[in-house]
């Protein structure tokens, strides 16, 4: 029993033994490596030229070994197949890899520049943000001297109907005070968008494109949540609530030349048949200033076809007549802009222009946090130009060219328009 029991531990301390031969045979004839050796002369230039990084792949004993051995060959052509001499092979190397460092470095380089040109290109628009702002503060303090009603009134005192050109966002916390004729078309898109406030009917579901939302839908006012509607939902609690969202809501508006607003909206209102505005101000304009003979057609389409309509001049006659505005405020299109967003009583956040629009609004987008949400409409701007001003005012007496610019010179200062000096000295 004794005997069996050593020969059981001889075979087995044998078979051990042959396996271990085996193991040493395979490992030295590069069949079978548990520890792969990398050539020392590789490794140094390695560690000197590549320093590790942590977006690096993590190879298996296995690859990495076949990556070493791939590193020491050279490809073959037709006339040689000889290897490459060690020394040929080393200078090979480090010339690949110092070009391989030159060229991260050169992308380093340009990267540092990009980040350095929109860092620089966003301090430039953080300082022209507050200029825009500092010049509100400036005119609306008086140290301007440019004295205009409501000016030192508090907000408090504006009364509702006042107050609906501001329209609320309560999912984004964003106020905006739409002004005609400076893109609020497509500014309300954004809005209706970013509220969910219309269904598209191919879709069932709330619009995510404001390329997409019809135009002629957005100036429907029952889609905005506005100030002025404010008193009908809250009662008395209005003002206080309006007050916290001023507080805390992202307030922003976009302007225009006053001028060239006011060309802009003639141009759109009366320079091709509107019913709706040749009854309620052609038709007035017309009979007052145009000196009409007889009834006037009933109809924008017919009086333009009998070319009857309202000259620019008429039209700033009678936005400088007196009475024009004892019978009923100035329409939107042509009311300024401090009336129709109170800039002395709210502090807002970002004053866009439309002369910069495009980049103005990729700013605002980010500052609002939803430009990963949608992106502003690129639709067709409108062609009204400044350099138009000299041409329009051309039959404009010099006079009321200068009264004209009295009605809207707190525009042209708070929102720091240079006086058009070519339209107010010809």
Known sequence: MGIW?????????????????????????????????????H?????????????????????????????????????????????????????????EGKDKQEQGKEETQEDGRERSQTSADDREQEARKQRIMDVCSGRDDVEFPGRTRAFEQIPNRELDHLIVDDTHQIIYCYVPKVACTNWKRVMVVLSQSLISPSSGKPYTDPEAVPPDLVHNSTLHLTFAKFWRHYGSLSRHLMALKLQHYTKFLFVRDPFVRLISAFRNKFGRPNEDFYRQFGSVMLRRYGNVSGSLPETAAEAFAAGIKPTFQQFITYLLDPETEKESMFN?????????????????????RLETLEPDADRLLKLLEVDHLLRFPSGARNRTATSWERDWFAQIPITMRRELYKLYEPDFELFGYPKPDSVLHQ
């Open 5 to 41: 029991r050593g020969l059981r531990v001889a075979f087995i301390l044998g078979s051990l033994f042959m396996i271990l031969l085996i193991i040493v045979y395979w490992d030295d004839i590069g069949g079978f490596n548990l520890y792969p050796l990398q050539d020392p002369k």
């Open 43 to 99: 490794r140094t230039l390695q560690s000197d030229s590549c320093p590790r990084t942590t977006t690096g792949s993590l190879l298996s004993p296995s690859s990495s070994r076949v990556q070493s051995s791939s590193s020491l060959t050279v490809p073959t052509t037709a006339s040689s197949t000889k290897p490459m001499p060690e020394k040929t092979r080393g200078a090979a190397e480090e010339q690949k890899q110092e070009e």
């Open 332 to 352: 939107e299109h042509w009311r300024q802009v401090y009336r129709l967003c109170h800039p002395c009583q709210i502090k807002y956040d970002f004053i866009g």
